[in-house]
C-alpha cells in the first residue's frame, strides 16, 4: 500500500511518463546507435584490423569510422577489446536505448532510423519506468518486469525473494572480485568499474589467464560450418533429425531452411528457416518467431514453421560470417526457442510455446546455451582458411556467462 506522499508522487510519474511518450511518438524520434570514432584511434585501442573486418562498420574518409552499435557482434567486440575507456563510454551509452525486440522493418521505419536524435528522451522514459517500480517495492525496473512475467503464487514470491537476495550477493562479491583483480593486474589506478568497463576488464583476466583473443577466436567458428555442428548436438539432445535443405529467397532476404524429423518415425515435426545476416531490413539482436503453430487455428495436418533471424557480418569472401562466443551462444539460444515451438502439442494455438509463462518459454532456449562449453568449442573450431582445429590448450580457460569472445 503506497503512503500519500507515495501516491502522490506515483500519480505525477505516471502524468510524467505519459506525457514523454506521447512526446516520443509525435516526433518520430528512433534510436541512434552510430558512433563515430577515430579509425586511428579504434585500432591503438586494441580492435586488430582482422576483428574491425568482422564488425558492421563504415568507412568515412578523413581517418574515421562509423560503427553500428546496433549490431551486437560489433557493440560487444567493441565494449571487450577496446582499451580507450572514452570509445567504449561512447559504445555503451550509444547502444544503452537500441530497442531489443526483433523483426523486420518497413522502407519508412528505415528512412526514419537514418536521423540521428537524441537520447535523451528515451533515457528519461526508462528513469520513470525505475522510479516507478521502486516506489511499489521493487528494487528496480527490471525486477518488476520480471515479477509481472513470471507465475504469481506466493510460494514462487518467496523463491524469487531469496534469489535475488542470492544474486545480489553473488554480483557485489564478484564486482569486488574483479575491481581486486584488475587493480593488482591491469590498472593499480581503477577506483571503480562502471557498465562500460565490465567486459573490458573481463576480456583482460582471460587473456592474463591464457584465454585465447577474440579476434583470433572467430576465426576457428565460420557460419555454415559452425552450425553443423551445432545441429549435431540438438540431435542428441531432442531426438531430431536435422536436415539442411536448399536455400530460398523471400522478398530479398535469404534463409537457410532446416527440416526437423523424428528419428525414429521419420515423420516431419516442423521447418525452420534462419536468416542469419545483419541487413538495413532488420533491428538489432537476434529473435526466433513461429509463423504456423499446432492447435485450432492451425490447417489440419499442418506442421510448424519458425523463423529465426540473426545479426551476423558477413565477410567479404565466400566465407560466410566469422562468429564470436556469444553468437554461438545466441544461435543455440534461438534454436532452442524454434525447437520449443516445433515440440509444443496442444489443442488451441495460443497455449503453444511462445504464448506460455516467461520463465517456461525461456528454459529450454537457456538450457541449451549451456552446451556452448569448452568440448563443444573444441570439437566445432575450424580455421575458416587453414581449417586448423583448436586444442585444448590454444583456447585457453572458457568462463561461460562472460560474452568475452
Same mark, same amino acid.
Given at each position: 500500500?503506497l503512503e500519500?506522499?507515495?501516491?502522490a508522487?506515483?500519480k505525477?510519474l505516471?502524468?510524467e511518463?505519459?506525457?514523454?511518450?506521447?512526446?516520443?511518438?509525435?516526433?518520430s524520434?528512433?534510436?541512434?546507435y552510430?558512433?563515430?570514432?577515430p579509425?586511428?584511434?579504434?585500432l #591503438?585501442s586494441?580492435i586488430?584490423?582482422?576483428?574491425?573486418?568482422s564488425?558492421?562498420?563504415e568507412? !568515412?574518409?578523413s581517418?574515421n569510422?562509423?560503427?553500428?552499435?546496433?549490431h551486437? *557482434?560489433?557493440?560487444l567486440?567493441?565494449? +571487450?577489446?577496446s582499451?580507450?575507456?572514452?570509445?567504449r563510454?561512447?559504445?555503451? !551509452?550509444a547502444?544503452?536505448?537500441i530497442?531489443t525486440?526483433?523483426?523486420?522493418l518497413s522502407?519508412?521505419?528505415?528512412k526514419r532510423?537514418?536521423n540521428?536524435p537524441?537520447p535523451?528522451?528515451?533515457i528519461?522514459?526508462?528513469?520513470?519506468?525505475q522510479k516507478l #517500480? *521502486?516506489l511499489?517495492?521493487?528494487?528496480?525496473?527490471?525486477?518488476?518486469? =520480471?515479477h509481472?512475467?513470471? @507465475?504469481?503464487?506466493?510460494?514462487?514470491?518467496?523463491?524469487f525473494?531469496?534469489?535475488?537476495?542470492l544474486?545480489?550477493?553473488? +554480483?557485489r562479491?564478484g564486482?569486488e572480485e574483479l575491481l581486486?583483480f584488475?587493480?593488482?593486474?591491469?590498472?593499480? $589506478?581503477?577506483k571503480?568499474i562502471?557498465?562500460?568497463?565490465? !567486459?573490458?576488464?573481463?576480456? *583482460?583476466q582471460r587473456?592474463l589467464r591464457?584465454?585465447l #583473443?577474440q579476434?583470433? @577466436?572467430?576465426?576457428?567458428?565460420?557460419?555454415? $560450418?559452425?552450425?553443423?555442428k551445432?545441429?549435431? =548436438?540438438?540431435?542428441?539432445?531432442?531426438g531430431? *533429425?536435422f536436415?539442411?535443405?536448399?536455400?530460398v &529467397?523471400i522478398?530479398?532476404?535469404?534463409f537457410?531452411v532446416?527440416?526437423v524429423?523424428?528419428q525414429?518415425?521419420g #515423420?516431419?515435426?516442423?521447418t525452420?528457416?534462419i536468416d542469419p545476416?545483419?541487413?538495413?531490413?532488420k533491428?538489432?539482436?537476434a529473435?526466433a518467431?513461429?509463423?504456423?503453430?499446432?492447435?485450432?487455428s492451425?490447417?489440419?495436418?499442418s506442421?510448424?514453421?519458425?523463423?529465426i533471424?540473426?545479426?551476423?557480418?558477413?565477410? &567479404?569472401?565466400d566465407?560466410?560470417?566469422?562468429?564470436?562466443?556469444?553468437?554461438?551462444?545466441? !544461435?543455440? $539460444?534461438?534454436?532452442g $526457442?524454434a525447437v520449443?515451438d516445433?515440440?509444443?502439442?496442444t489443442r488451441f494455438?495460443?497455449?503453444?510455446s511462445?504464448y506460455?509463462v516467461?520463465?517456461?518459454t525461456?528454459f529450454?532456449s537457456?538450457?541449451m546455451?549451456?552446451f =556452448?562449453?569448452?568440448e563443444?568449442?573444441?570439437?566445432a573450431?575450424?580455421h575458416?582458411i587453414?581449417g586448423e582445429?583448436? +586444442?585444448?590448450?590454444?583456447?585457453?580457460?572458457v568462463?561461460?556467462?562472460v560474452?568475452?569472445?
Amino acid at each position: 500500500m503506497l503512503e500519500p506522499t507515495q501516491g502522490a508522487e506515483f500519480k505525477k510519474l505516471s502524468a510524467e511518463l505519459e506525457r514523454l511518450k506521447a512526446d516520443l511518438a509525435s516526433a518520430s524520434i528512433r534510436y541512434s546507435y552510430q558512433v563515430k570514432v577515430p579509425r586511428a584511434e579504434l585500432l #591503438a585501442s586494441g580492435i586488430s584490423e582482422s576483428l574491425l573486418k568482422s564488425l558492421k562498420h563504415e568507412d !568515412l574518409g578523413s581517418g574515421n569510422v562509423l560503427l553500428d552499435v546496433s549490431h551486437e *557482434q560489433t557493440r560487444l567486440s567493441v565494449l +571487450t577489446n577496446s582499451s580507450s575507456e572514452e570509445i567504449r563510454k561512447k559504445v555503451y !551509452l550509444a547502444s544503452a536505448t537500441i530497442e531489443t525486440s526483433g523483426g523486420y522493418l518497413s522502407p519508412d521505419e528505415i528512412k526514419r532510423r537514418k536521423n540521428d536524435p537524441s537520447p535523451d528522451l528515451i533515457i528519461r522514459i526508462f528513469e520513470c519506468y525505475q522510479k516507478l #517500480a *521502486q516506489l511499489l517495492g521493487y528494487d528496480s525496473y527490471v525486477e518488476s518486469i =520480471v515479477h509481472k512475467r513470471l @507465475f504469481n503464487v506466493s510460494e514462487f514470491d518467496a523463491f524469487f525473494g531469496a534469489i535475488a537476495k542470492l544474486s545480489n550477493r553473488i +554480483t557485489r562479491a564478484g564486482s569486488e572480485e574483479l575491481l581486486k583483480f584488475s587493480q593488482k593486474n591491469i590498472d593499480p $589506478h581503477l577506483k571503480s568499474i562502471q557498465p562500460w568497463d565490465v !567486459l573490458y576488464l573481463f576480456e *583482460q583476466q582471460r587473456k592474463l589467464r591464457g584465454g585465447l #583473443a577474440q579476434d583470433k @577466436f572467430i576465426t576457428y567458428f565460420e557460419w555454415n $560450418h559452425t552450425l553443423v555442428k551445432c545441429l549435431k =548436438v540438438f540431435e542428441r539432445v531432442f531426438g531430431y *533429425q536435422f536436415i539442411l535443405d536448399s536455400k530460398v &529467397n523471400i522478398a530479398g532476404v535469404t534463409f537457410q531452411v532446416i527440416k526437423v524429423y523424428e528419428q525414429e518415425s521419420g #515423420a516431419l515435426k516442423g521447418t525452420i528457416y534462419i536468416d542469419p545476416y545483419s541487413n538495413t531490413h532488420k533491428v538489432s539482436g537476434a529473435w526466433a518467431e513461429s509463423m504456423q503453430d499446432t492447435g485450432s487455428s492451425s490447417t489440419p495436418g499442418s506442421r510448424p514453421i519458425v523463423i529465426i533471424g540473426m545479426n551476423l557480418n558477413k565477410t &567479404n569472401d565466400d566465407s560466410g560470417a566469422l562468429m564470436s562466443g556469444r553468437d554461438i551462444a545466441t !544461435l543455440f $539460444h534461438e534454436l532452442g $526457442h524454434a525447437v520449443f515451438d516445433l515440440s509444443s502439442n496442444t489443442r488451441f494455438s495460443l497455449s503453444s510455446s511462445r504464448y506460455a509463462v516467461f520463465d517456461t518459454t525461456e528454459f529450454p532456449s537457456s538450457l541449451m546455451e549451456r552446451f =556452448v562449453d569448452t568440448e563443444f568449442l573444441i570439437d566445432a573450431s575450424r580455421h575458416y582458411i587453414t581449417g586448423e582445429k583448436l +586444442t585444448r590448450e590454444k583456447l585457453g580457460e572458457v568462463s561461460y556467462g562472460v560474452p568475452s569472445w
